[in-house]
T-cell receptor, first 110, second 114 residues
Framework: SQTIHQWPATLVQPVGSPLSLECTVE??????LYWYRQAAGRGLQLLFY??????ISSEVPQNLSASRPQDRQFILSSKKLLLSDSGFYLC?????????FGPGTRLLVL | AQSVTQPDIHITVSEGASLELRCNYS??????LFWYVQSPGQGLQLLLK??????LVQGIKGFEAEFKRSQSSFNLRKPSVHWSDAAEYFC????????????FGSGTRLLVRP
């Protein structure tokens, strides 16, 4: 099965600063990759997904963007963070129907 | 539109008691269904999945789930809960358009009494 790595585990950033969260996948080639956000006490919201290098689909309009520079690398970015960007960000990946999740990054924007 | 409902926000059971977490879905086609578990501050771990075939599926950690098409349900069960099962549980249905996408329920938080 696949292993999903995410870093950093925790991040505290000031409003207006840039963001870069990284996700890498082991154990499979050409996976579908996903970024989710989980607000405190809530379920998961799909932000972006990618079916291949350079192919990004956005699910919700927002202050964030995603990129996939390599087959098993998925990056979540922002040029200027907002307070509302705080949350728990989860990367997921899978070769076919099953998604495996990384450990998550907790982002606090102050 | 596709959706997943987990009607119980919190459930408390005593250690050693049986457990059933409810999940109802809305999806026009044959669903792919999943249960994930999340410990505090952690990512999601796949417990089990249903694609087709036997409607009773076995998962990790002693969990099982039963798909009932007539009730649009996929309830998660465990015969004897352990304190380490305290966590949040998410049911999801998978849809396919340009990619596989999971639609999650809002989760059920399980508390285990000693």
């Amino acid at each position: 099965s696949q292993t999903i790595h995410q870093w950093p585990a925790t991040l505290v950033q000031p409003v207006g600063s840039p963001l870069s969260l990284e996700c890498t996948v082991e154990g499979t080639s050409n996976p579908n990759l996903y970024w989710y956000r989980q607000a405190a006490g809530r379920g998961l919201q799909l932000l972006f997904y990618s079916v291949g290098i350079g192919q990004i689909s956005s699910e919700v309009p927002q202050n964030l963007s995603a990129s996939r520079p390599q087959d098993r690398q998925f990056i979540l970015s922002s040029k200027k963070l907002l307070l509302s960007d705080s949350g728990f960000y989860l990367c997921a990946g899978g070769a076919q129907e099953t998604q495996y999740f990384g450990p998550g990054t907790r982002l606090l924007v102050l | 539109a596709q959706s997943v409902t987990q009607p119980d926000i919190h459930i408390t059971v005593s250690e050693g008691a049986s457990l059933e977490l409810r999940c109802n879905y809305s999806y026009g086609a044959t669903p792919y269904l999943f249960w994930y578990v999340q410990s505090p501050g952690q990512g999601l771990q796949l417990l089990l999945k249903y694609f087709s075939g036997d409607t009773l599926v076995q998962g990790i950690k002693g969990f099982e789930a039963e798909f009932k098409r007539s009730q649009s349900s996929f309830n998660l069960r465990k015969p004897s809960v352990h304190w380490s099962d305290a966590a949040e549980y998410f049911c999801a249905v998978e849809v396919m358009d340009s990619s596989y996408k999971l639609i999650f329920g809002s989760g059920t938080r399980l508390l285990v009494r000693p």
